[in-house]
């Protein structure tokens, strides 16, 4: 999913700055929303759920089987067309069973070691995660990596934001230099049907050749400034609705946490663990529950990643860094705080596409670690979190 | 001459001013009460003379050296070294080290010999580990523990563990011990034991105490000062059977209406 | 000198002595086991460096108590100072590097070594001010910083990686440098120093309240552990003789951690053994064929099976029976899978093959999992291995069956 977002951004001119940050949101929805993921889990159980980025991976997967079974399978001749209520099967089928995932492994996991201390659980995670992904190996479909046919999104058009009109003075005489490129294509066109090879052409096709060179080295350096003087983002339909998802997702989660039952019930349970037992909520219950809201908003995450982005290949590490990095924005956030993810997510998001935007492509993946640990030192209960202070 | 003195020490957390302009001096060889209603600041002063929380204004001298003024403070481990060391109101002994070994980690702030002598096992560290056992054997008799010297600290019966504390305390030698409800939790006869055992801690070692208590029985018939504090504020000073007089503690105590 | 300190010097030169010979006799068996197969000499000398990095981690981890997930990168970062430095010096097999090889291969575990704790240092900094999980996440970032650095330096072969030359090869020597670490640790501990630094992992507050220089002692700890792990690393540079990315994945770290955690925080002697053990388990592996999917899918149901029935004997029955429940399962299980797969061996889907090479690592991982799932304090918790010990488990245990018996 990263790299597809890289290949949008090409050189930091300032005139791209709109665009790039447009990717740098899209980035950071899908993160926030993995993001929500660890920081309930941590929330409630205090541990770090390692396990959460394959959960994610295990999304994407389903959502590829759904698709397979919609007929859109690889290389079939002739794939249905593409229709809304496949996405929103693919989406269900997703979370679904990303949320049965998360109760298996809080269920057989980590439940038996509650009462130990937290590093043993910590070390499951761990192995767990390494169990997804290679025992993955061995049942799913990892080579060649499948990805998910983008016929199956019916939103791959793009829309265009035009922020600032381009100079139209140059645009027209971008436009105008066309009539000369062809007119010099044309003029080579033909006298190369004279010559002996393209290789070994007269003086005469040396001489076209090299005009029809210089008019088309002209023409592009007036069509690059003409570009440059306009800003736009161009985003395709099915990003767009990703986004609104993501909105949509989060409200609902907003509204679960704080106005249900439940929700408050969960936030006291991360409160304090011991004393809502003994104020008789079950806590069981609500661990599963966090555990099927943080695993399902994964399974969303996943299935929109791998259907809106196109060409986003899945095989079984496909959740490593992306849940490496929503880890880091939960931390960021301040880890426990479900606001804090998603503004942790968003800058993740943000902060990413920037630096691949100055052109430090290649140290994209220590950023997060940079930022995390600045952090972390700095301010180590996360911006919206609060450090605790140890009574003496 | 006085050993500690405290001069109009303030600290103020946000808005709440847990300790205000409190000023008192303690004279070497003492025993020293500290007591109040909960929340009136007992802690918190302990938490200023060790170093662990910085004053927000005024000053803490001890032995001649100022160790903390507005903003500043020497540190635990400084403060430590030049010879205050404290119990802990919520017990906090090293739960897996076995009695003896808390009282050695108590005994090593003063070792001489190197990490890398440790790492190399030599002589003089295998000497130096010898010497604080059986200083901390002694420490351990002293306040009736030797017979438990291997258990770990965790499984041992809450009076005892209270006991460790203090023995890991003197174990720092210091020149000034101040126990934090070193009497919590204790039934009659522990406590008797454990006046006995502060008595002879001065005598013996020539310690100054300063402590924290609820209980008033032990603090009356152990304290040769008493010091109290409420609000922050310091409401009372003197011999036990002059606090005990005082309107304005019994006000504090009991409330006004009294 | 007195009859007391020869005594002592004596005792400790035949310690010294009996580690070398140690050494050399693993050595030995290894080259005379390995003859045909240097896959088999490559497994000591990489089960040494192992024992060390898993023994180093624990000085930071168990004993000091400091959650450090990064370990990984100190060994990287031995092994690429290494790397560095042979190419200055090896110049075409001429170099002080192919002359003399011990001295070299020495200096360069020192050379290593040194670098590495500069990095223990940098990554220990954080440890000043934070505590358990955001201290893990810290070094766990700190190593992938340095990883990913490493990996974009075209000094340092970029992404593809760099040769180390010459090929020095001393199995003696990575056994060796395993028996130092755990050496190192049993002294620490033995004295009062490694009290204190117990007594930074159980309390902090207390300790400084104490005197203990809390911050030296963390500092000493990551400065320590690293060095071991960096002069590692050296060494595997020039047993390897080319080093990339790949040599040092993001799970290395995580293996480390698990082998401490599975020995039983800060115990060097499970540190030592669940080191060997666990990289044993995927390295002795390497050898599985192609399985059927009867024998594997068994296996995880057998397993799933056993794991629960030996957890419900563990909390609940403490009956006469309760040794056999616990150790009955497994052969019961063993006996199920050999028979079963072996009869469902040619049904229809079950009869397909899965290739050894991958299960490895699966089997690896539920191992990992189990292990927690049953002994969650480690297989030795905080204890040393000892005849006492032992014999201190051993009571306990006829005492148990004794009691329940009358």
Not at chain 2, 224 to 247: T, Y
Request: a positive charge; one cysteine or more.
């Amino acid at each position: 999913m990263i790299h597809s977002f890289t290949d949008l951004l090409a050189g930091a001119s300032l005139t791209t700055l709109p665009q790039q940050l447009a990717s740098g949101i899209l980035l950071g929805a899908i993160y926030a929303l993995i993001a929500l993921g660890y920081t309930m889990v941590y929330g409630v159980l205090k541990l770090i759920n390692f396990a959460h980025g394959e959960v994610y991976m295990l999304g994407a997967y389903t959502a590829l089987f759904v698709t397979w079974a919609l007929g859109f399978t690889p290389n079939a001749p002739n794939p249905p067309e593409a229709r809304v209520w496949m996405l929103l099967i693919m989406l269900l089928a997703s979370m679904t069973v990303c949320a049965i995932v998360g109760i298996l492994i809080e269920r057989f996991a980590y439940r038996p070691l509650r009462n130990q201390p937290r590093i043993a659980s910590l070390i499951t995670a761990i192995g767990l995660s390494l169990l997804l992904q290679y025992g993955g190996q061995l049942v799913l479909p990892v080579s060649p990596p499948p990805s998910i046919d983008s016929k199956v999104n019916p939103f791959s058009d793009n829309v265009k934001f035009v922020l600032k009109q381009g100079d139209s003075a140059l645009l027209t005489q971008a436009a105008g230099f066309q009539p000369k490129v062809d007119q010099a294509q044309a003029a080579f066109d033909a006298q190369l049907k004279s010559e002996k090879s393209q290789f070994d052409l007269s003086p005469r096709g040396e001489e076209l050749k090299k005009a029809l060179e210089d008019v088309k080295r002209e023409q592009k350096v007036v069509t690059d400034s003409a570009n440059a003087s306009k800003v736009e983002i161009t985003l395709p339909k099915g990003q767009l609705i990703m986004l609104g998802m993501v909105v949509a997702l989060m409200a609902a989660l907003t509204y679960l946490v704080m106005f249900t039952k439940r929700g408050r019930a969960m936030r006291a349970v991360s409160l304090d663990f011991n004393a809502s037992s003994l104020m008789g909520i079950n806590v069981d219950s609500i661990v599963t529950f966090t555990f099927i809201v943080g695993s399902s908003l994964a399974g969303a995450g996943a299935m929109m990643t791998a259907t809106f982005l196109p060409g986003t290949q899945i095989n079984t590490y496909f959740g490593v860094l992306p849940g490496t990095k929503a880890f880091v924005a939960a931390v960021l956030g301040g880890i426990g705080n479900i606001p804090g993810a998603v503004l942790g997510g968003m800058l993740m998001g943000i902060a990413e596409v920037i630096v691949i935007w100055l052109g430090y492509d290649a140290y994209k993946d220590a950023l997060a670690f940079v930022v995390l640990i600045a952090v972390l030192i700095f301010r180590p209960g996360g911006l919206l979190g609060s450090a605790k202070v140890e009574k003496v | 001459m006085s050993l500690l003195s405290l001069d109009k020490a303030t600290i103020q957390f946000g808005g709440l001013i847990a300790v205000n302009q409190v000023s008192f001096s303690l004279d070497k060889g003492d025993i020293f009460g500290l007591i109040g209603p909960n929340g009136a600041g007992k802690t918190t002063c302990f938490n200023l003379i060790t170093g662990i929380y910085e004053p927000t204004g005024g000053s803490v001298t001890f032995d001649g050296k100022v160790i903390a003024k507005a903003g500043k403070s020497a540190g635990p481990e400084s403060i430590a070294k030049m010879g205050i060391c404290r119990t802990f109101q919520n017990i906090r002994l090293y739960g897996s080290l076995s009695a003896i070994e808390n009282v050695m980690v108590g005994g090593f702030l003063r070792h001489r010999t190197g990490l890398f002598s440790a790492l190399f096992d030599l002589k003089r560290a295998a000497d130096e580990t010898v010497e604080l056992r059986e200083a901390g054997m002694k420490l351990l008799q002293a306040v009736g523990l030797d017979d438990v010297a291997d258990v770990r600290s965790r499984d041992l019966p809450y009076g005892s563990q209270r006991r460790l504390e203090i023995a890991r305390a003197m174990a720092t030698q210091p020149k000034l011990l101040l126990l934090d409800e070193p009497a919590a939790g204790m039934n009659p006869q522990e406590k008797m034991d454990l006046m006995e055992v502060v008595r002879s801690i001065r005598d013996q070692f020539g310690m100054t105490v300063l402590l924290i208590e609820h209980d008033m029985r032990f603090v009356m018939g152990l304290c040769e000062k008493i010091f109290v504090l409420d609000h922050g504020e310091e409401i009372a000073f003197g011999l036990p059977e002059e606090v005990r007089a005082n309107p304005k503690v019994i006000a504090a105590y009991l409330g006004e209406a009294h | 000198m007195d009859s007391v300190a020869l005594r002592r010097l004596g005792f400790r030169l035949l310690w010294i002595a009996l580690g070398v010979a140690f050494a050399f006799l693993v050595q030995w068996v290894a080259l005379s086991s390995g003859q045909f197969n240097s896959n088999g000499q490559r497994l000591f000398f990489l089960a040494g460096l192992y024992v060390t990095l898993a023994v180093s981690l624990n000085l930071i981890n168990g004993i000091t108590g400091q959650f450090s997930m990064g370990h990984a990168a100190f060994y990287q970062v031995g092994a690429y100072t290494t790397g560095v430095l042979a190419a200055k010096f090896y110049s075409d097999g001429a170099g002080l590097a192919s002359k003399y090889p011990l001295p070299w291969l020495i200096g360069m575990m020192f050379a290593g070594g040194l670098v590495a704790a500069l990095a223990g240092f940098i990554v220990g900094l954080p440890s000043l001010r934070l505590k358990g999980d955001y201290l893990a996440i810290v070094t766990l970032g700190f190593g992938e910083i340095i990883r990913i650095i490493v990996q974009n330096q075209k000094s340092l072969g970029g992404s593809y990686g760099m040769d180390v030359k010459p090929k020095i090869d001393f199995i003696w020597l990575s056994t060796l440098l395993a028996i130092a670490t755990i050496a190192i640790s049993r002294n620490l501990l033995k004295n009062v120093h490694g009290l204190a630094f117990l007594a930074v992992r159980e309390d902090e507050v207390a300790s400084s309240a104490m005197g203990v220089r809390v911050t030296r002692i963390k500092i000493a700890a990551f400065l320590l552990g690293s060095a071991l792990a960096g002069a590692a690393g050296a060494l595997l540079a020039h047993h390897e003789t080319f080093i990339s990315k790949d040599t040092f994945p993001m799970d290395l770290s995580f293996i480390i951690v698990t082998m401490v955690v599975l020995g039983g925080t800060g115990s060097i002697t499970g540190s030592t053994l669940a080191a060997i053990t666990l990289y044993l388990i995927p390295e002795r592996m390497r050898d599985l064929k192609d399985v059927p999917v009867s024998y594997a899918a068994l296996g995880v149901i057998m397993l799933i099976v056993t794991v629960a029935f030996v957890r419900r004997t563990m909390e609940k029955d403490f009956s006469k029976l309760r040794t056999v429940k616990l150790v009955a399962p497994w052969f019961v299980s063993i006996v199920v899978v050999a028979v079963g797969g072996a009869a469902l061996k040619n049904v229809g889907p079950l009869s397909k093959v899965i290739d050894g090479q991958q299960l490895r690592f699966v089997i690896f991982a539920l191992t990992l999992i189990t292990l927690m799932l049953l002994r969650p304090q480690g297989i030795f918790a905080h204890h040393e291995f000892s005849l006492q010990w032992l014999k201190k488990v051993l009571a306990r245990f006829t005492k148990r069956s004794g009691e329940v018996a009358s």
